[in-house]
């Protein structure tokens, strides 16, 4: 028997090269006659230019000329009548736009007036909703400004009759009453939400998500009365405390952080919890170090929004805080003043000249215009510094 092995002998095709022309590889051959031979209607299709359809066109500026020329002929009639400013405003929104849809209606048709007319319906809606804002900063910028000296916030009412004084001890009640707000407030509406959205099930549930929404709705003075009788029922009839004010304003705020967290624990995917689980983690340990976290941007920024809510609440804090005019830092030993009840208290009872009083309330509603503003500012920033974006 032969050990030798077997060799078979195979023909190689080698490739003929074409006349005329170089010869290519056996792939490149292939692909050209793939390619003639493809049908027709695999060919992609001739794309056709737009077709521009002439037209008349009013040019960019005509709107707002049209509207500017109503109202030059709107104010020459209210000057040979009486000017008022507000019939001014009015009526030049009306009748411009009335003009603008008019004039593009007779140049360009029923179609571009149509889309020019809502624009400038639009527009006029969002500067309508402008107006009130830019008048009243205005105005508080405007009048505030007389007093906003170092005087202010450095001294208080203390002995002061007519000019001079501040309001140091308002900004100082003013935030410790804000503050003891939100510690009562925080704990409790973090964990409310989480009950709700992590372990909360049936009746008990739906009845807390009732009670939460209709909190949310109640008047301020609701609230005052809630923290003066609780407080009244323990220390007697009478009773004035900076804490009796926190408790008041923690009504309002609790709903709004429980709110707030709840819709930021609603929106962190069920993976990352599953995720958890799968590697044997407990439900609380899942939710302390990994859907609180994700939600942390969220939740802080709920938080701010609730504080700027409640910080310039004016009726609860003058049933339960009461005004005084000395500086007081113990929320829990006496009556305090805040920032909404200073200013409050200064236009309603003025004294003898009033322009002094009144000045100071308009600079008390200057700052605390600041202070929600800045508490705004810091939202929007804690958000996008800690915010988790969630796809």
């Not at 078979?8 to 290519?24: A, F, I, K, Y």
């Not at 450095?154 to 000019?163: D, K, L, Y």
């Not at 004084?165 to 704990?187: E, F, K, R």
């Not at 941007?297 to 804090?317: D, F, N, Q």
Request: hydrophobic fraction near 50%.
């Amino acid at each position: 028997m032969s050990t030798e092995p077997t060799q078979r002998d195979e023909e190689v095709t080698e490739p003929t090269p074409t006349s005329g022309g170089p010869s290519l590889p056996p792939l490149a051959s292939n692909a050209v006659a793939h390619a003639e031979a493809a049908p027709e209607q695999f060919m992609p299709e001739r794309v056709r230019p737009p077709v521009h359809v002439a037209g008349k066109v009013l040019p960019g500026w005509a709107p707002w000329g049209i509207v500017a020329a109503t109202g030059a002929v709107i104010g020459l009639l209210l000057l040979a009548t009486g000017f008022n400013l507000a019939l001014f405003a009015v009526a030049t929104v009306v009748v411009g736009g009335i003009a603008v849809y008019v004039v593009s209606r007779a140049v360009e048709g029923k179609r571009r007036a149509m889309d020019r007319g809502a624009t400038y319906a639009i527009v006029a809606a969002f500067l309508l909703a402008l107006t009130p804002l830019v008048s009243l900063l205005y105005t508080v910028v405007s009048r505030g400004a007389a007093r906003f000296d170092s005087t202010f916030f450095t001294w208080s009412m203390r002995g002061v009759i007519g000019e001079g004084g501040g309001a140091i001890h308002a900004i100082y009640g003013t935030l410790i009453i804000t503050g003891c707000a939100t510690l009562i407030s925080v704990p409790i509406g973090i964990l409310a939400a989480i009950y709700l959205q992590e372990y909360g099930t049936g009746r008990l549930k739906r009845a807390l998500t009732f009670f939460v929404d209709v909190m949310t709705g109640i008047p301020s003075i609701v609230a005052g009365l809630f923290a003066f009788s609780l407080f009244s029922i323990f220390f007697g009839p009478g009773i004035r405390l900076g804490i009796m004010g926190s408790v008041a304003l923690s009504v309002l705020m609790i709903p709004i952080v429980v709110r707030s967290t709840e819709e930021m624990l609603r929106i962190v995917p069920n993976s990352l919890r599953e995720a958890s689980y799968a590697l044997g983690v407990s439900k609380w340990r899942t939710i302390v170090k990994v859907v609180l976290p994700t939600a942390l941007g969220g939740i802080v920024t709920g938080i701010v929004l609730a504080i700027a809510r409640i910080i310039g609440e004016t009726a609860p804090l003058l049933i339960t805080v009461g005004v005084v005019s000395a500086v007081n830092t113990n929320p829990f030993d006496g009556r305090m003043q805040n920032l909404a009840v200073f200013a409050f208290n200064s236009y309603k009872s003025p004294g003898v000249p009033p322009e002094p009083s009144i000045d100071r309330a308009w600079t008390a509603a200057l700052v605390l215009i600041m202070i929600v503003m800045v508490l705004n500012i810091a939202a929007r920033l804690i958000y996008r510094r800690f915010g988790t974006e969630i796809r």
